[in-house]
């Protein structure tokens, strides 16, 4: 009896001593992200543009939903590595994220002093939206399917050239992944952007580009230009309502997949509530009609997912490319 009584006792005192303990332990995820600070986007590129602009549409459902102000700060430069060290830097609170974008995963090939680890001192949050780019080429090239292209360019050894937007970035690397599982030679034109890249192809200097799709189908529509093939692993209806092929479709291009993403991101050591919350935040936000809608018109697939999708996907793309680079001998000039 007596052994019963003390046991008992015992066990009261034991989840006594458990209840205050949790008491008075503090709010370890409320203080961590208080309502009262703000949530700063960081996006390490130029205003303009897509990277700029889908932050920004996303930044004023987002406050709404968690109650809290949502700002943007552009801090460019060095493919977008300036502005996520900044991040990678800051408080692992969940008060400062990034937008990361394709380049996160390509940079590693290229910056052999790049002063921060993708994989280690990042934090995956969600995937906004990704992008397939358009094959497109000059209306006088004699080539009108990707097949005849080849045939083209392996008929003329050296003399088509590929523009693209910048020397690393994703429709540069697109190009030499065409080369490498075509078989063709083909010179790189690199650009400084977008525009001029454009530019010239529409004046004849360039033969091809691996374009943004809603920028290679305003002109491709106008007759500027002539879109071959999306590249990504399945037809979009957002390119031509789905009519155009994919590159993978053809011979010895079944491979070919490249695809533009944005999401965001946090310093690592964000607690996994934090991320969590963005993540659900995020999404919902992302299913709001009007943004559905808006991001469509302009080209991209919504997608949202969980913080460990995204993982998953980074990790696939910086192996992926890391191969093409090292295989292609690409080098940034």
Not at 151 to 178: I, Y
Request: glycine share 8%; hydrophobic share 45%; with cysteine.
């Amino acid at each position: 009896m007596f052994f019963l009584f003390f046991t008992k006792y015992r066990l009261i005192g034991a989840l006594y001593a458990i209840f205050l303990a949790l008491s008075c332990a503090p709010p370890t995820f409320a203080q961590s992200w208080p309502s009262d600070r703000p949530i700063k986007i960081i996006v390490p590129y130029p205003p303009g543009g897509s990277a700029d602009s889908i932050p920004r549409l996303l930044a004023v459902h987002l406050a709404a939903r968690v109650g809290r102000n949502v700002i943007i700060e552009n801090i460019a430069g060095a493919s977008g590595n300036i502005g996520t060290l900044q991040v990678v830097r800051a408080a692992p609170d969940g008060h400062t994220i990034v937008l990361a974008a394709t380049p996160l995963s390509t940079n590693p090939s290229f910056y052999r002093d790049l002063p921060f680890d993708v994989l280690k001192d990042l934090a995956p949050i969600t995937m906004i939206t990704r992008q397939q780019f358009v094959l497109v080429t000059h209306p006088s090239l004699p080539a009108k399917t990707v097949p005849e292209l080849i045939a083209l360019a392996k008929s003329r050894p050296g003399q088509l050239t590929f523009a693209s937007h910048s020397a690393g970035g994703a429709t540069h690397l697109a190009g030499e992944l065409f080369k490498i599982l075509s078989g063709i030679d083909i010179l790189h034109v690199p650009y400084k952007g977008q525009a001029p890249a454009v530019n010239d192809l529409v004046a004849g200097h360039v033969s091809m580009l691996f374009d943004s799709a809603s920028t290679a189908m305003t002109y491709t529509e106008a007759g500027k230009l002539r879109a071959l093939a999306t590249t990504g692993p399945y037809r979009t209806p957002l390119v031509a309502n789905g009519s155009l092929p994919t590159m993978a479709e053809f011979k010895g291009m079944e491979s070919f997949n490249v695809i533009a993403w944005y999401g965001f991101m946090a310093p690592a050591g964000t607690p996994a509530p934090i991320l969590d919350r963005l993540s659900r935040e995020i999404g919902e936000v992302l299913r709001l009609p009007e943004v559905t809608q808006r991001l469509n018109t302009m080209g991209f697939e919504v997608v949202g997912t969980t913080p460990d999708t995204f993982s998953t996907h980074i990790r696939s793309e910086v192996a992926k490319w890391a191969k093409l680079v090292k295989e292609s001998g690409t080098k940034l000039d």
